[in-house]
């Protein structure tokens, strides 16, 4: 294809104790997520929606009342700063991955690395009002865009059970679940009590809000 292409390769170093892995997760661990996720998508959402409308109207685009989002798709930052805030709170994660490709195929790469199953109860997702809304503006699920939606860069991240009351009412940790065993599979549990296998795209009762949202999410990289 023409144009410019960059490829970038990263390389550090660690103490070792500092390191985290994804495979040491354990049954009990509760599932802890930094900052709120599905806007970037959404911002994604609104950015194409009026480029389709320039292309076809020539009108300038109007991304009022979207600014928060579209910063969470524009500019990205790196949760580098979890890590300090964790060791402010005497907490070791036993396991981590950053979120790209959205939580709920996160989630699974964790469980498969850590031998383990996991329940995620949809009422505890961290969900930004401007996200929640421009979800429903598009009419789609705020919680299928906050599983499957990608590029949100935050962490997803475990840690003992003993530590709950360290991280519940931090207001950069959300607890939105905990590990199982494995035969217990891995679900999302809805604000009914209902369970729904999750998948890398979501779960299996929304399929037409999966259809939605291709493959990838928003364009991220993957693990």
Request: hydrophobic share 30%; with cysteine; glycine share 18%.
């Given at each position: 294809t023409a144009g410019l292409i960059l490829s970038i390769t990263a390389i550090g170093a660690a103490k070792k104790e500092d390191l985290v892995y994804r495979n040491g997760g354990q049954e009990h661990d509760l599932l802890v997520v930094s900052g709120d996720l599905g806007g970037a998508f959404m911002g994604l959402q609104v950015l194409e929606r009026e480029k389709a409308v320039f292309q076809e109207t020539g009108s300038q685009p109007d991304?009022?009342?979207h600014d928060y989002i579209l910063?969470?798709?524009?500019?990205?930052?790196?949760?580098?700063?979890?890590?300090?805030l964790l060791r402010d709170l005497?907490?070791?994660p036993t396991s981590m991955i950053d979120i790209s490709d959205g939580l709920a195929s996160e989630?699974?790469?964790?469980?498969?690395?850590s031998g383990t199953g996991a329940m995620v109860y949809d009422e505890k997702l961290p969900i930004d009002p401007a996200t929640y809304q421009a979800a429903r503006d598009f009419n789609l699920d705020p919680t299928t865009v906050a599983l499957?939606?990608?590029?949100?860069y935050e962490l997803l991240f475990t840690v003992r059970l003993e530590d709950h009351d360290k991280i519940k009412g931090n207001p950069h940790f959300s607890i939105i679940g905990h590990m199982t065993d494995t035969r217990?599979?891995?679900?999302?549990?809805?604000?009914?009590?209902?369970?729904?296998?999750?998948?890398?795209q979501g779960w299996d009762a929304f399929l037409k809000q999966e259809r939605d949202i291709p493959?990838?999410?928003s364009g991220g990289t993957g693990e």
């Open positions: 991304l009022a009342g910063e969470r798709q524009l500019k990205p930052e790196a949760r580098k700063d979890v890590p300090q005497g907490v070791r989630v699974i790469h964790l469980c498969r690395q499957s939606g990608g590029e949100d217990e599979g891995m679900h999302l549990v809805d604000k009914e009590g209902g369970l729904h296998a999750l998948t890398a493959e990838g999410g």
